[in-house]
Structures are given as structure tokens and as C-alpha cells.
């Protein structure tokens, strides 16, 4: 059972490859306009997540988290990406000045780790990620939840 655009998606991770390779998945679904939400506590895999989004998206590379600069753009694949970490971010308010208004909605697709940072600044159509540990407490095992927004 795969992800399909529009409906809800859960999976159990048992690595980070397969992590990333859901995120893949889910990045093969994603159009220009799209902003993806991730929700995840301090090392659940939102980077290794996103970096199967960019994968999907045509970009080769490593794919490192913004967590000092905010944002990170590649502009290498089918459609512009942006990557915004919002751990640093103290309220919806400073994303003005991180460009993530300009981004969001856009023609690119946006991933945002530490969405929960953004509150309402949260665009109304995203698809929302969250990474969260499995409940047989192993350190590589993520229960993953996808929801489509639109």
C-alpha cells in the first residue's frame, strides 16, 4: 500500500533509508505549490525525510538541515525547492524576513521542519508529516503520518 495524494498515509519506518524512501514517495506525489509540514521531536528524521522529498524532486546532492541559515533553496530539479528548518524561528512573524511567504504557495514546492514553530502562518492547503518514535521504543523505528490538506 502506497501513498496517494488525498489520503491519509500511515507507516511503521524501520530505518532511516526507508524513511527516506517514504519521503521519496511522497515527493513523487508533490506539485509546484505545495508546502509540506513536519512535525518530529529532536533526531526523528525530518531531514532524512526531506532529503527523499528532493530526491523525487530530480535534486542529487546531499541535503543538509537549515537549522542556522532558516533556509536552504535548490533550484536543480523539476520544480524549485525550498527547505526551511523553524526551530529558531520565536514566532510566525520572523518568517517574513526568511522569504517563506514568497516561497509558499509559489511555483515550488516547500518543506518545513519544526512546523509547529509556524502556527498560523501554517498555509491552509499542506500536507502535513509527522516523524514519531515507535512504541517498541527502538531508536530506528518511526511511526510516520501523512495528511493531505486541500
Not at 513523487?28 to 532529503?51: E, N, P, Q, W
Not at 529558531?88 to 526568511?98: D, H
Request: net charge negative.
Amino acid at each position: 500500500m502506497g501513498i496517494k495524494r488525498g489520503e491519509p498515509f500511515a507507516a511503521l519506518s524501520g530505518s532511516p533509508g526507508e524513511t527516506r524512501r517514504i519521503g521519496r514517495d511522497l515527493g513523487l506525489l508533490l506539485r509546484r505549490g505545495d508546502t509540506v509540514c513536519i512535525y518530529g521531536d529532536v533526531g526523528a528524521g525530518k531531514t532524512v525525510f526531506v532529503s527523499g522529498i528532493a530526491t523525487a524532486l530530480g535534486i542529487s546532492g546531499h541535503i543538509s538541515s537549515p537549522t542556522y541559515t532558516i533556509a536552504n533553496a535548490y533550484f536543480c530539479g523539476r520544480a524549485p525547492f525550498y527547505h526551511f528548518d523553524a526551530y529558531r524561528i520565536e514566532s510566525p512573524a520572523e518568517l517574513y524576513e526568511t522569504g517563506f511567504f514568497e516561497c509558499s504557495g509559489g511555483d515550488c514546492v516547500v518543506a518545513v521542519e519544526w512546523a509547529e514553530r509556524i502556527g498560523e502562518a501554517k498555509p491552509a492547503g499542506c500536507v502535513e508529516v509527522w516523524l514519531c518514535e515507535a512504541a517498541d521504543g527502538s531508536e530506528s523505528h518511526r511511526n510516520i503520518k501523512i495528511v493531505f490538506n486541500e
